[in-house]
C-alpha cells in the first residue's frame, strides 16, 4: 500500500490524522489517489447524483468590512442593490419551475432586512412551496436565528474563514468578533439547523498549520456542510494584490474533508469554478456532491462580486443552471433534485 492509501485508510477509520500525515498529503504533487479515496466514499454515500441549491443573492449591502471581500463596506465602487420580499419570492417561484428544492439566500450583513422582514419572506416560502430554505446572511444575534429556525429555516452556511484567532484579524478588522463567529456556529447546530462552516484556501497570510486547525474544528463541530473555496483577489479591497489559492490545494483539501466525514454535503464552489473553467468538475472528482448555481435576479448578479472574475453573473455563462446536467454527464454525473438533506447521525429536516 502507498503511503497515501495508507494515510487515507487510518484517518477514515479513526477520524484523526497528524500534522505531519496531513502535511505529506498537502505536499503531494500526484494526488490522484488521494481524490479517488475521497470521490469513491461520495460515490457510496450518494451514488453519481449532485444536489442542486439554487443560490439567490439578495444585498450587496453590508456593514462588515472584511478585508478581502469586494462586498465590504468601505468599497465605495461597489454598487449596493437588495432584493425585496417580492423579488425574492419571484426567485423561488423560478427556482421552484425548475424543480429546485434548496434555495439558499445569500447576502452581505444588511440590516435593512430586519427579522420580521426574514420571518415575512420564510413565512411565504414555507407556506407555499416544498422548499428547504438555506440562509447564509453572516451574523445574527441567537433570538433571532431561533426564531427563523421556528419559521421554518433548515440550514445555515457562515463559513468560520480560520480557525486561528491570530489569522482570523488579519483578514478582518478588530470590530468583527473571532469567538463569536464560533459560538454562532456551535449555536446553529445547538438549534438544530443543518450548519455549514467553511474556509477559503490560501486566503492571505494563511500558513499550511491554519487549515490544519481548520480541518480540527471541521472534526470537532461536525457540520452537516462545508464550503469551501480559493481565496480570490477583488480590486477594490486591501488584499487586491495577493495572489488567488491554488487550485491543487482546494483539490486536496476536499478530499480531506470528504475523509473526515463521507455525509457531509459538500459544495464544488463557484470561486473554485471561477479559477478554473473545470472546476467544479474536478471539485466534484475530488468528492464534492454538491452545486450551487445561482439562480438570482439579473440585476444583483452583475454587481455582487465578492471577488473578480466571478462566474454566474451572466444569465448565459458556464454557471447556468440548464448546462449543468450536460457538464456532468460529461464526468459520469447526474443532477439529483431531492431536497438533499443530511442524512448522517441525528435527525434534520
Ligand atoms: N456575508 C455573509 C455571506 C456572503 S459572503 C458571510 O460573510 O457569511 C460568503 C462567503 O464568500 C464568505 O464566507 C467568504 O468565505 C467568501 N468570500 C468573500 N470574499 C471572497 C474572496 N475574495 N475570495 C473567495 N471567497 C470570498
Ligand atoms: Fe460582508 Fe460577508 Fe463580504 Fe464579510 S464576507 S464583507 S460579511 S459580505
Known amino acids: 500500500m502507498t503511503r497515501t492509501l495508507d494515510i487515507c485508510n487510518n484517518f477514515y477509520k479513526t477520524k484523526k490524522i497528524s500534522y505531519e500525515d496531513f502535511k505529506f498529503l498537502m505536499e503531494l504533487t500526484d494526488f490522484s489517489e488521494l481524490n479517488k479515496f475521497a470521490r ?50 419571484k426567485r423561488v417561484e423560478a427556482a421552484s419551475l425548475l424543480g429546485i428544492k434548496t434555495i439558499v439566500l445569500q447576502g452581505g450583513e444588511d440590516d435593512f432586512y430586519s427579522i420580521d422582514y426574514l420571518l415575512d419572506i420564510l ?76 474556509m477559503m484556501i490560501g486566503s492571505p497570510y494563511q500558513k499550511l498549520i491554519n487549515l490544519y486547525e481548520d480541518l480540527n474544528l471541521i472534526l470537532k463541530l461536525k457540520p452537516q456542510m462545508v464550503g469551501l473555496g480559493p481565496f480570490i483577489p477583488h480590486h477594490d479591497t486591501p488584499f487586491r494584490d495577493f495572489p488567488h489559492g491554488k487550485i491543487s490545494d482546494v483539490l486536496k483539501i476536499l478530499s480531506i474533508v470528504r475523509i473526515a466525514n463521507e455525509k457531509v454535503l459538500l459544495p464544488a464552489t463557484t470561486a473554485l469554478g471561477s479559477i478554473d473553467s473545470e472546476g467544479r468538475e474536478k471539485g466534484i472528482l475530488a468528492g464534492c456532491n454538491v452545486l450551487m448555481p445561482n439562480i438570482g435576479d439579473e440585476k444583483l448578479r452583475q454587481k455582487y462580486r465578492l471577488y473578480d472574475n466571478k462566474i454566474g453573473t451572466e444569465v448565459e455563462n458556464s454557471d447556468d443552471f440548464l448546462n449543468l446536467n450536460e457538464k456532468l454527464k460529461k464526468i459520469g454525473y447526474e443532477i439529483s433534485l431531492d431536497r438533499g438533506d443530511y442524512k448522517g447521525d441525528g435527525r434534520y429536516v
Do not use: W
Open 40 to 89: 469513491d466514499l461520495t460515490i457510496k454515500s450518494f451514488g453519481n447524483k449532485i444536489y442542486i441549491r439554487g443560490l439567490v443573492e439578495i444585498s450587496t449591502y453590508c456593514k462588515n468590512n472584511c478585508y478581502y471581500c469586494g462586498l465590504r463596506n468601505a468599497n465605495k465602487n461597489m454598487t449596493r442593490m437588495r432584493l425585496t420580499k417580492e423579488e425574492i419570492l
Open 123 to 198: 413565512k411565504s416560502i414555507k407556506s407555499n412551496y416544498d422548499m428547504a430554505v438555506t440562509l447564509s446572511l453572516g451574523e445574527r444575534n441567537f433570538d433571532d436565528l431561533e426564531k427563523l429556525k421556528e419559521f421554518g429555516a433548515n440550514r445555515f452556511l457562515l463559513r468560520h474563514e480560520t480557525y486561528d484567532e491570530e489569522h482570523y484579524y488579519k483578514i478582518h478588522p478588530f470590530e468583527m468578533s473571532f469567538s463569536n463567529r464560533i459560538e454562532t456556529l456551535y449555536k446553529l447546530k445547538e438549534l438544530g439547523y443543518q450548519t455549514g462552516c467553511g
